[in-house]
């Protein structure tokens, strides 16, 4: 059954460098908008990248630890409205700074970290240490998977992303994303909510954009930089191949109406959503032996390496393979 979740962005400007007091200004900035996504009755607020200082030359020597200011301050306000928040900022851990996405849940306790894998190179001149790991958090409402900015141009998060299971994934960043978001959904199965501070956009599993909103940083109106979008968390990414049959089958057991499905032709992909009470997606997909749209393009990549491996076995001028010598 649909299992959905209301994900907040906040795309706000930064204060002038000059700004007295700065950062607990921003902090307190910050806790507002914890506030007002809130009201709006989010699951997850998220800020864009290194959102404390958001100005990349000045990070690198606004370094914090985890009981540092800005975190304290968002576990307190997380803590208050009773709502998960990811806090992006370059922090001090065992004598290395790391650019990282601070993963607060909804009692104000610090639930996970995300290490930023490929800092550019500006943040490795700086002092950056790259992190290793693609952590995926369980949280009440989903599977939570955080990566950063520079990071959406490697294969390799999206996979250890998808390997971990993501069913969301929070992109702080600097820049847009454009169509690589597009991309990295489709490919590996996940929705992707990504926020800068001039932009929030939020893509589902088939690479749609579901809403994007910009900002004039220029912009003294008054209005509110959250920007919350409703997110079904229990839907999945499948090809047409091998799955049509099992999709007959599932109809006839349980009727027309227990399952949302999309055929998206040009994309050759299928939108697949369990629509009985109780039960998953995923529990339909075991029970029928459906095939993700990650799984699938998994086993193929299995089976092409078992046939390279097979053709790279000697054969004899008939065709026949030659069998190696025992002993």
């Given amino acids: 059954m649909p299992r959905y979740a209301n994900i907040s962005l906040v795309n706000f400007p930064t204060l002038p460098p000059d700004e007295p007091e700065r950062l607990q200004k921003t902090i307190i900035r910050m806790c507002g908008y914890v506030a007002a996504a809130a009201r709006e009755g989010s699951d997850l607020v998220a800020f864009p990248e290194i959102c404390n200082c958001l100005d990349a030359s000045e990070a690198w020597v606004s370094i914090e630890t985890l009981d540092g200011p800005t975190v304290t301050a968002l576990s307190r306000a997380a803590r208050e409205h009773g709502l998960y928040v990811v806090c992006p900022l370059v922090l001090s851990e065992d004598g290395r700074r790391y650019n990282c996405a601070v993963l607060i849940d909804r009692k104000g306790k610090v639930a996970g970290v995300y290490r930023k894998n490929f800092p550019t190179h500006g943040e490795l001149e700086n002092g950056i240490t790259p992190g290793v790991e693609t952590p995926v958090f369980e949280t009440d409402f989903g599977r939570v998977g955080l990566c950063i900015c520079f990071d959406l141009n490697y294969w390799e998060v999206g996979t250890g ?20 978001l597009s991309k990295w959904a ?15 956009t939020f893509v589902d599993v088939a690479g749609r954009e579901v809403l994007s909103v910009k900002r004039d940083v220029s912009d003294r109106s008054g209005r509110s930089p959250v920007v919350t979008a409703r997110l079904d968390l229990d839907r999945r990414l499948l090809h047409p191949d091998y799955n049509l049959d099992k999709l007959k089958a599932l109809f006839e057991r349980y009727g027309g109406t227990a399952a949302f499905v999309e055929l998206m032709k040009q994309d050759c992909h299928l939108v697949f959503g369990s629509q009985l009470p109780g039960v998953s997606s995923d529990q339909l997909i ?7 749209m990650r799984d699938y393009l998994a086993r193929v990549r299995r089976d092409r390496k078992t046939a390279l491996a097979a053709a790279a076995e000697p054969v004899y001028a008939n065709g026949q393979p030659a069998r190696r010598a025992e002993g």
């Avoid at 998808?162 to 069913?167: L, T």
């Avoid at 489709?186 to 929030?200: I, R």
């Avoid at 075991?286 to 993700?292: N, Y």
């Fill in 286 to 292: 075991a029970e029928f032996g459906l095939e993700t």
């Fill in 186 to 200: 489709m490919e590996f199965g996940f929705n992707l909510a990504a926020v800068w501070k001039e932009q929030a």
């Fill in 161 to 180: 992303l998808c390997n971990n299971r993501a069913e969301l994934v929070i992109w702080p960043s600097m820049w847009a994303g454009g169509r690589m």
